[in-house]
């Protein structure tokens, strides 16, 4: 039997790059950790940073978040609110920066990150879109590069501690395991995750959360097989190591599980 994950799926990283700065939202909850994580990225010597997710619509966070410009543009991992609520105004306080997003309701003034694969930065960085859905359909992660050293900044597809939800029906399991499966090819290389700590290698954390998922999996299909016919009787089943205020989150996967297994819901 698999536990609820609460720990880091990979050893924590020693330290960042110096091109890298965190700024942590100050909306801690127990889907969003620490705060939401907005990502500062800035080459050395470079006239103008990127940001990645700038978090709620709190002033004081996005004011300090302006305070690292001149910024050239903001990077959306996925639309949900904790990531994009305070965009708009981080755009207006950066004087129209662009926002770019795989979502088109969440870019502002560029086109929706569409690509998978695609190059794009200056600043000294260079930034490659990676494809990852599977936690929402919108979510994207960004391969990051400054000389020899590398960064993946993965949203909420990756965190620094614990496992994500998958968000049904928006999210969908078997794109996540595919997006996992991608992400595990990036061994060696620094995770920066929407939420958490950082990790020292993104390879190792995706084995982790695959491993992690396919038990899951084998979980879910004894909880059917011994009938379980809801995402509700199943969370109950598999999830009683999980807190119960959380139980409406863990059907979001449960639902996905299902529907991944090809069972019939009520």
Known sequence: MTGHLTVPAAALADALPEWVTLLRAPNPGPMTLDGTNTWVLRAPGAKYAVVVDPGPA?????????GHGPIGFVLITHGHPDHTEGAPRLSELLG???VLAADPAHTIGGE???EPGEHFGGFGLEIQLLNT??????SVCFLVEH????VVLTGDTILGRGTTVVAHPDGHLGDYLASLELLATYRGIPALPGHGPALADCGAAAEFYLAHRRARLDQVRAAVAAGASTAAE???????????SLWWAAEWSV????????????
């Open 112 to 114: 929706p990150l569409t």
């Open 58 to 66: 709190d002033e004081e966070h996005l004011a300090a978040v302006a």
């Open 147 to 150: 000389d020899d050293e590398q």
């Open 234 to 244: 199943v969370v109950a089943a598999v999830y009683a190591d999980v807190d119960r």
């Open 133 to 138: 859905p599977g936690h929402t359909a919108d």
């Open 255 to 266: 639902r996905a599980q299902l529907v991944h297994l090809g069972v019939e819901q009520p």
């Open 96 to 98: 129209g920066a662009h």
